[in-house]
């Protein structure tokens, strides 16, 4: 313990310094036990799409139709990560990453979706990774749905048939069964908001519907938070007490700034729409938000419809879903502007229905995703408002992230990037949110969905004119080496 003197001396000698020498600066100091780790999914890295008796599932099928997707690409080989995953982790290991974030191919261990169709082959290539990774002393941390729907399953409705619960419970048994005892951390869903708006009802991803705006999507979301619920009950019930880990979510949200001081009711209504939708049930009270609940039914009814277009849940599947998460996983990248905006009210539409106009300052510096604006404050305000809305949980961020087109190795401005939004998330921490790890989108330069290979958010550049998929370490990988020994920075 230094002498009660010296604060007093360093008191007195400080202002001096300051004008003498520049500033000092600070350090940001993250919690001991931080987790620090990179994410891919398994359609964007692994490739080898139709090896060793795996399925086609929901995106083999939409890129192989073409019309969805940039130069008509695909996923087919992408990092060929089914062979590289060694390669992989050795990349992992030499920046000293705690965690990795992947995602199970369902088809690849249920080429038809069903139980009945297990294939031993595709479960051997996750028991290789797992091991892979522990031996490596990097914890996997599973996601089950990163989008990749069995195509069988989809032909029967897909999130919009209600018995994919069951389906999807069946899919989830397996998993824990065969890698529970190395895997502690689980997502069921990645990002359920773009699997029910972008995939059921703009159309974007896979499998492309867009006929239905209005009611697909929360069709979707509400077997889809049914089925995240059935499966925490699973776990909770059959495998937490052998196993000891924790099973959780990652949704994804934008900060949503009120364009006016006079919009904040807009901008809570676009967080509801995007983050509420699933954290509510979730985190709350087992339903909607209630801005959305009103919302639906004033539009449905505008609009003849015999009953609202958001579904309802009976009380015993609100105690069911309630409660059913041991931490808040999100995904964040980017803000927009909100404000109140009256839509016409023949539309029917999950957008239409918020009454809300989105923009963006022209200020703020733009990736190469044209959604995607470097806004690092978003993260702090993202952070409280989970912390204050949702119960104070523990956060995991699961994604953050920025896209160039050239994959360079001189990627300044992603260190930029990260640099600042962890920033923003040391405060957020500061504020008393309950942070426990950061995880950078992505490992790999990869398929990035209907932009293909257009768009790159890698800390490693992957070479997709070599078969061989050769990697290379860009500066932010190297950077990212130092944050992780250092387990934190400096203040810029
Ligand atoms: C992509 O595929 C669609 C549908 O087959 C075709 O019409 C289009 O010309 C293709 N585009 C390119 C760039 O090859
Ligand atoms: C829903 O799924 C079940 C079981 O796979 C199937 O029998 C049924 O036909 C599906 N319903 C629709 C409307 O596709
Ligand atoms: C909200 O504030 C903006 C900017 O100050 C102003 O232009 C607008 O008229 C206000 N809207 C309402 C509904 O008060």
């Known amino acids: ?54 399925g086609v599932n929901v995106w083999d099928t939409f890129t192989h139709e073409g ?23 050795q ?16 088809s690849r261990i249920l080429p038809d979706g069903t139980a009945a169709s297990y294939n031993e082959k595709g479960m051997q290539y996750y028991r290789d990774l797992v091991d892979e990774l522990t031996g490596n002393n990097i914890i996997p941390l599973a996601t089950l749905y990163h989008w990749d729907l069995p195509q069988p399953l989809q032909d029967a409705g897909g999130w919009l048939n209600e018995s994919i619960i069951s389906y999807f419970e069946d899919y989830a048994r397996i ?41 697909y999507p929360y069709q979707c979301a509400h077997n889809l938070i049914k089925s995240h ?24 949200v934008e900060w949503k700034e009120p364009k006016y001081a006079n919009q904040t009711a807009a901008a809570d209504r676009s967080l509801d729409f995007m983050l509420g939708w699933f954290a509510n049930p979730i985190y709350v009270n087992g339903n909607y938000p209630q801005s959305m609940i009103d919302q639906v039914a004033m539009k449905s009814a505008a609009q003849g419809f015999k009953e609202s277009r958001l579904p309802t ?23 927009r502007l909100v404000e109140h905006h009256q839509n016409s009210p023949e539309l029917v539409s999950f957008v239409a229905d ?3 106009l989105e923009t963006f300052d022209p200020t703020w510096p733009r990736a190469a995703s044209l959604w995607l604006y470097e806004v690092p404050w978003g993260m702090r305000k993202v952070l409280n ?63 990035e969905w209907a932009l293909g290979y257009s768009e790159k958010f890698g800390i490693h550049q992957v070479n997709f004119m070599d078969p061989a998929r050769p990697r290379k370490a860009k500066m932010s990988a190297g950077w990212f080496r130092e944050l992780i020994k250092n387990n934190g920075q400096a203040e810029s």
């Open 175 to 215: 998993c824990f069964q065969e890698l529970g005892s190395k895997v502690k951390l689980w997502l069921t869903h990645n990002e359920p908001f773009e699997t029910c708006w972008s995939a059921y009802g703009l159309g974007e991803d896979a499998p492309g519907y867009s006929d239905h705006p209005g009611t």
């Open 385 to 447: 408002y989970i912390r204050v809305t949702y119960g104070n949980p523990d956060i995991l961020v699961t994604e953050n992230g920025v896209s160039d087109h050239s994959g360079s190795l001189n990627d300044q401005f992603r260190i930029q990037y990260h640099s600042s939004y962890i920033a923003n998330m040391h405060q957020a921490i500061q504020d008393g949110c309950k942070v426990i790890g950061y995880t950078a989108w992505s490992l790999l330069d990869n398929f």
């Open 229 to 252: 619920a059935t499966v925490w009950h699973l776990y909770n019930i059959r495998y937490r007490p052998s196993h000891h880990g924790k099973v959780g979510i990652t949704l994804n």
């Open 91 to 106: 990349l992992m290991k030499s920046i000293g990453l705690s965690h990795y974030r992947f995602s199970i191919s369902w």
């Open 1 to 54: 313990m230094p002498s009660a003197r010296l604060p007093l001396l360093l008191a007195l000698l400080l202002p001096f310094a300051s004008t003498c020498f520049p500033k000092q600066r600070r350090f940001q100091k993250f919690p001991e036990n931080f987790l620090w780790g990179t994410a891919t999914a398994s359609y964007q890295v692994e490739g080898a799409w139709n090896a060793d008796g795996k």
């Open 67 to 89: 019309g969805h997707v940039v130069n008509n690409e695909t996923g087919d080989v992408a990092c060929d990560s089914y062979h590289k995953y060694k390669e992989d982790v």
């Open 313 to 335: 849940f009976t009380s015993d599947e609100m105690n069911y879903i309630r409660g059913t998460s041991d931490f808040f996983g999100v995904n964040h990248y980017t803000t």
């Open 354 to 356: 918020q009454d809300t």
